[in-house]
């Protein structure tokens, strides 16, 4: 087997794969982004939330006290959320627009989102034209490394499930961001200081779980030179 790892903590957890063939290569997302980066153009036209399906569809696997995933439910969720996006955006002066989840459909301006539009083209052009991406966690948070943006990490009362309350603040400290309880009182200063970049954690974790490599080319054509 051959095995192509982005990232070098990719790399130290595939060395137990001995009769493997291990590449240094790029995680999905970086290599998509490589295939495609002299089509894009960068803006800040938007805050771009991360949905994951629940609460309001059927999650993956993990549950936690009868509830999917993280915990929350729609009925105490959704008014949060949307009342962290009003202020959000009229702290920002832009819209908050939603990426949908691969697993999900929706109507591009469906009411339990307070009439925000869904937006369903390819995560690495949404992103882009965002200010900063948002989410619970989601692994889409590669493309604000890529592209050197903001991420605001949520939580919420809920959240009490201390396995994934382990990982999330673990992603948040990799990347230097605060994470941000939406049901507390919204905090102007708070979620400035969340949302303040800094590059050098971030050029650590592109090369930890990013990418392995300084020459640019994506997966394909690594493919393309083992299969030659």
């Known amino acids: 087997k051959i095995v192509i790892a982005g990232g070098m903590k990719k790399i130290n957890e595939a060395k137990f794969l001995q009769k493997n063939r291990i590449i240094k290569g790029n995680s999905f997302d970086y290599s998509n982004y490589l295939t495609n980066k002299k089509n894009l153009k960068s803006s800040n036209k938007y805050i771009l939330f991360l949905e994951g399906p629940v609460p309001l569809f059927p999650g993956d696997a993990l549950m936690y006290n009868g509830k999917f995933y993280e915990g929350t439910t729609k009925e105490r969720w959704i008014p949060s959320l949307n009342k962290f996006f009003k202020d959000l955006e009229r702290t920002f002066n832009l819209k908050v627009k939603i990426a949908a989840h691969p697993k999900v459909k929706h109507k591009k301006n469906p009411t339990y989102y307070g009439g925000r539009e869904i937006l369903t083209n390819r995560l690495y052009r949404t992103s882009l034209k965002a200010k ?50 939406i049901d507390d009182k919204f905090n102007v200063d708070k979620v400035k200081l969340a949302i303040k970049i800094n590059k050098r954690f971030l050029e650590k974790y592109k090369y930890e779980y990013l990418t392995t490599r300084k020459d640019s080319k994506p997966n394909y054509k690594l493919i393309n030179q083992i299969t030659n």
């Open 132 to 181: 900063f991406l948002i989410s619970v966690w989601s692994t889409g948070h590669s493309y604000a490394i890529i592209y050197k943006k903001p991420s605001l990490l949520i939580s919420s009362n809920e959240m009490v499930n201390l396995s994934f309350i382990k990982n999330q603040n673990n992603f948040g400290k990799s990347i230097n961001s605060k994470i941000i309880n």
